[in-house]
């Protein structure tokens, strides 16, 4: 195993490794990649635009380069991320929201991987479809969901999830009133032990995914996931 050692960025990483990358899953990247790392090896570099500012005195000439805005890239990534945030930041209700995550189960991240656009697509809408069913059912309103999918773990594998933003009250079915929010739990658990009342510090909560016509997935639009091994420890 090679180690690098002082000061590290993506652009150093692909510099090293890129091409030998491509050569080995060549096929098995998908356009964006390409696009973003092609993105952060140019970046604040003269293989991008550039300003060129001259010293009317000595005549010194200076290249500034121009960032890549990649939201991939340490160095542009959290000015990106800072914009992006600032535009969502006008969508969002002045309201409660509470904070889900939805993992996609390791079993199917190998058909996910060979099936991104399809497999994504169809995890976006069956939370959604379980969210709504389920406020439905039990607070008779409508949410309003903001729904972002991680493709990768703090670790870096492979391991798609997906953040969910939803209001913790909604517009009623019959699109006439707000329905508030239903508060705390009318019968509070209370600890055998202690005797005192339990805290709410978890919610566990399986959304359903169904290959049917209800989605929209047809059989043949799936790939078999059989050629790419991937390392879901």
Not at 90 to 117: C, E, G, M
Not at 126 to 145: A, D, E, H, R
Not at 194 to 221: A, R, S
Request: hydrophobic share 35%; aromatic share 12%; charged share 20%.
């Amino acid at each position: 195993m090679e180690y690098i050692t002082g000061k590290i960025s993506l652009s150093i990483i692909f510099r090293l490794y890129w091409a030998n990358y491509v050569k080995w899953y060549t096929g098995n990247i998908r356009e964006v990649v390409y696009e973003n790392v092609n993105k952060i090896l140019k970046c604040r570099t003269p293989l991008l635009v550039f300003h060129m500012y001259k010293c009317m005195r000595c005549s010194r000439v200076r290249l500034i380069p121009h960032s890549c805005k990649s939201r991939f890239c340490n160095s542009c990534g959290k000015i990106m991320t800072d914009k992006w945030t600032n535009e969502r930041l006008s969508d969002v209700l002045d309201v409660d929201y509470h904070h889900l995550v939805f993992t996609v189960p390791w079993q199917l991240r190998s058909i996910t991987l060979a099936n991104p656009k399809v497999m994504l697509g169809l995890m976006f809408r069956s939370v959604s479809i379980s969210l709504q069913s389920w406020t439905k059912k039990y607070g008779g309103y409508t949410p309003g969901i903001y729904c972002i999918v991680h493709t990768f773990g703090s670790d870096l594998k492979y391991h798609p999830h997906f953040h969910v933003l939803i209001t913790a009250e909604g517009l009623s079915l019959d699109k006439k009133q707000w329905i508030d929010s239903p508060g705390e739990r009318k019968d509070p658990l209370v600890c055998e032990v202690c005797n005192i009342e339990m805290v709410l510090v978890f919610v566990c909560f399986t959304y359903q995914y169904d290959m049917n016509k209800k989605l929209g997935l047809k059989p043949d639009e799936v790939t078999p996931s059989r050629q790419i091994k991937i390392d879901t420890s």
